[in-house]
């Protein structure tokens, strides 16, 4: 053994899969309020929103989608850091 999964697939990571898909993405959120988006944290949320908006696009169009979500959690990972 190497240490690496053996689930023989190249498929999608289960936990990044579900991110952005809906209220089951979000996993301890029973009880709270779902109209908060996904996440809750309503950057975070629009990010996603956008990716899903760009989903069929062709792949060159979606760069600026995929740059724009990564600099919001960029800095939200930053936020929490300084908290």
Do not use: K
């Amino acid at each position: 053994m190497d240490g690496y999964p053996t689930g023989g697939g190249l498929g999608p990571d289960p936990v990044v899969a579900g991110v952005g898909t809906g209220p089951e993405a979000a996993p301890g959120t029973s009880g709270e309020s779902q109209a908060s988006g996904p996440t809750g944290h309503p950057l975070v949320d629009a990010a996603l929103a956008q990716l899903d908006r760009v989903a069929g696009q062709p792949a060159a169009e979606q760069v600026a989608a995929y740059e724009e979500t990564h600099r919001v959690l960029q800095q939200t990972l930053a936020t929490i850091d300084q908290t």
